[in-house]
T-cell receptor, first 113, second 112 residues
Framework: AQSVTQLDSQVPVFEEAPVELRCNYS??????LFWYVQYPNQGLQLLLK??????LVKGINGFEAEFNKSQTSFHLRKPSVHISDTAEYFC???????????FGTGTRLLVSP | NAGVTQTPKFRVLKTGQSMTLLCAQDMNHEYMYWYRQDPGMGLRLIHY???????AKGEVPDGYNVSRLKKQNFLLGLESAAPSQTSVYFC???????????FGSGTRLTVV
């Protein structure tokens, strides 16, 4: 079975600063990895996904993530955040059979002026 | 617009009452899911379906039942609501493969 750990429950950052949201996963088989964003009172939207190939994945809104198999990590990064990036971010994993996703507990990104 | 529609958006139930949450998708997706979201716990899978007429248990299935009689609909039932079922419920759908989920906007359920 897969599991996901998001160590940071909340990350405060100033506008235009870089940010990294950490995600580590556990699995005995090959995996697919995802990042989702949830704005207040909304559902989740897909930011980016890693299925295979290049370990650096680019997503929407200037976000990117790097898959590191040896460290079982899939950290999310953005070089310069905006106020509008304030949201909750969820990392998720599935096995390559992709019947279901397992989500982490989420990281709340708080961007202040 | 294509997507996943959940009804109702809000509901307050008394302990012991029953209700059904409806999820409808118009993307011809094979897979559908029900998750609950609680503070500090992320999203936990309740039940899911990999095709019309099929259902399977997820991580937290107790107290819930589901049905997938039509490909486009996935119903979540609470037979006897308990305060522990106070949560935000999300439905999602996906195509076979790893395209990712499309989520509904959620149902906020309060059991008093």
């Amino acid at each position: 079975a897969q599991s996901v750990t998001q160590l940071d429950s909340q990350v405060p950052v100033f506008e235009e600063a870089p940010v990294e949201l950490r995600c580590n996963y556990s699995s005995s088989v090959s995996v697919y990895l995802f990042w989702y964003v949830q704005y207040p009172n909304q559902g989740l939207q897909l930011l980016l996904k890693y299925l295979s190939g290049s370990t650096l994945v680019k997503g929407i809104n200037g976000f990117e993530a790097e898959f590191n198999k040896s460290q079982t990590s899939f950290h999310l990064r953005k070089p310069s955040v905006h106020i509008s990036d304030t949201a909750e971010y969820f990392c998720a994993v599935s096995d390559v059979g992709f019947q279901k996703l397992v989500f982490g507990t989420g990281t709340r990104l708080l961007v202040s002026p | 617009n294509a997507g996943v529609t959940q009804t109702p958006k809000f509901r307050v139930l008394k302990t012991g009452q029953s209700m059904t949450l409806l999820c409808a998708q118009d993307m011809n997706h094979e897979y559908m899911y029900w998750y609950r979201q609680d503070p500090g716990m992320g999203l936990r899978l309740i039940h899911y379906s990999v095709g019309e007429g099929t259902t399977a248990k997820g991580e937290v299935p107790d107290g819930y039942n589901v049905s997938r009689l039509k490909k486009q609909n996935f119903l979540l039932g609470l037979e006897s609501a308990a305060p522990s079922q106070t949560s935000v419920y999300f439905c999602a759908s996906s195509q076979q493969g790893a395209g990712g989920y499309t989520f509904g906007s959620g149902t906020r359920l309060t059991v008093v």
